[in-house]
């Protein structure tokens, strides 16, 4: 089976490769836990705000997906003010967030709700699954749940599959119903990306960007792989054993290593990686020697 991901499992010193089948197991797993037998209304809008390791939020926001549910990851950074403001105009009332790492973040968006001159706003606030529960250990595989109930003829699907915030002046976030982009759009963009058409000598993407809710991460971590049958490098999962463990923060260093044990061919990273490579004969070899070096951008 061809992965979706790829990663160094330390716990055994090896790959580990996440297969499109069981990525979709996952998927599946992940839409039962938010949405039990499709219970609640079609289409509702659900706001993911999360510090959580890569092959975890991916898998969340397509679970939401299979649910009948409209993710909308928003981005950790975002203040209080700006939460409410993008879930008051899109008709947000339920969040995934971690709460052990967001905990300041998630108490301000609580009062601002409980503040609103019109009315005060309940919201529904959850954790995500766990990734232990997601992905379950090979010595303890689970059962494969059974597929998620597809809905019936009547529910109407909204063209907005994937609401993504835009950036504004001053980079405050905002939302408009007009640019948000759809599922089918971002899959056709993934389709036309050059790398997608790279021969099979190129097999491996390596994006080892922190899972952030901006467009062209969801081309390179999520749609890149579906489109192309290609697998993407990632971070290894750190919170197997505890939950509440951060992910993997990038660096130059952690880079090049997570890119050498992969064995990738192509790179996703920032330009100032780049730069600090290059101070260093040993490290900017290798990496010379990449055919295609992507620099992704909101």
Avoid at 85 to 103: A, P, Q, Y
Wanted: proline share 11%; charged share 20%.
């Amino acid at each position: 089976m061809r992965p979706f991901y790829t990663f160094n499992d330390e716990r055994v010193n090896d790959l580990r490769h996440v297969s499109h089948l069981e990525f979709y197991h996952v998927c599946q797993r992940i839409a039962h836990a938010v949405r039990p037998n499709r219970q609640g209304p079609d289409n509702a809008i659900v706001a993911i705000i999360a510090n959580s390791d890569t092959i975890l939020y991916q898998s969340l926001t397509l679970g939401v997906i299979y649910a009948g549910l409209i993710p909308f990851p928003m981005s950790p950074r975002n203040s209080s003010a700006a939460v409410v403001n993008m879930m008051r105009k899109t008709g947000c009332r339920r969040m995934i967030e971690t709460r052990h790492s967001l905990g300041a973040l998630l108490d301000g968006v609580r009062t601002e709700f409980a503040s609103c001159v019109d009315e005060p706003i309940e919201i529904e606030i959850e954790e995500p699954p766990a990734l232990a529960y997601a992905y379950p250990s090979s010595a303890r595989k689970q059962r494969a749940r059974p597929s998620y109930p597809i809905p019936g003829r009547t529910t109407r699907r909204r063209r907005d599959h994937v609401l993504s915030p835009l950036v504004g002046e001053h980079r405050v976030p905002k939302t408009h119903p007009d640019h948000l982009p759809d599922r089918r759009s971002l899959v056709h963009h993934a389709v036309r990306v050059r790398a997608c058409r790279l021969p099979n000598r190129y097999p491996s993407l390596c994006s080892v960007a922190p899972a952030v809710p901006y467009p062209r991460m969801y081309y390179v971590q999520l749609y890149y792989p579906i489109s192309s049958l290609k697998s993407v490098s990632v971070y290894a999962p750190t919170s197997y054993h505890d939950s509440t463990t951060p992910p993997v923060i990038p660096n130059p260093r952690n880079t090049i290593k997570t890119v050498r044990w992969t064995r990738s061919t192509a790179l996703v990273l920032i330009p100032a990686f780049l730069e600090e490579w290059a101070t260093s004969p040993r490290v900017v070899h290798p990496v010379f020697f990449f055919p295609i070096c992507v620099f992704p951008s909101p």
